[in-house]
C-alpha cells in the first residue's frame, strides 16, 4: 500500500502538457497508511478479474492478505461488468472527438 501510495503521489496533480489534466494539487499519502487496515473494507468481485488470464488468484490473494491484515473482505457481484465493451465504444469516440478538439477550434 505503501509504494501505491508513493507511487499516486508523484504521478498525480496537473500535468499542463496534457488538456485533459485537471487542474487539482498532487495528492499526498495519507497519515494513516501506517496505522494498519482493521478499520478498512474491501470488496473483491471475480467477474473483475482479467479473462483469460493464466494467474486468476492475484486478486484473491490480495484480499486474503487484506482479510489477514485485519481488513473486512467482501465477495460482490457486478453484473454490468459484462457491457463494459459497450461502454468503451461510447466513450472512446467523445474522449477523442474532445482530445482533438484543440486542434480544429470546434469546442
Not at 494467474?55 to 457486478?78: K, Q
Not at 482533438?100 to 477550434?105: H, K, N, P, S
Amino acid at each position: 500500500m505503501a509504494d501505491a501510495a508513493l507511487l499516486l503521489e508523484v504521478i498525480g496533480g496537473h500535468d499542463p502538457a496534457d488538456s485533459t489534466s485537471l487542474e487539482r494539487a498532487r495528492p499526498r499519502r495519507p497519515v494513516e497508511l501506517g496505522e494498519g487496515v482493521e478499520d478498512c473494507a474491501s470488496a473483491c468481485a471475480p467477474s473483475c478479474s482479467p479473462a483469460p488470464h493464466p494467474d486468476r488468484g492475484w486478486g484473491h490473494e490480495a484480499a486474503e492478505a487484506l482479510a489477514v491484515a485485519g481488513a473486512r473482505v467482501e465477495e460482490v457481484s457486478i453484473p454490468e461488468f459484462g457491457l463494459r465493451a459497450v461502454g468503451l465504444l461510447l466513450l472512446a469516440p467523445a474522449e477523442a472527438s474532445s482530445n482533438l478538439a484543440r486542434y480544429d477550434g470546434v469546442r
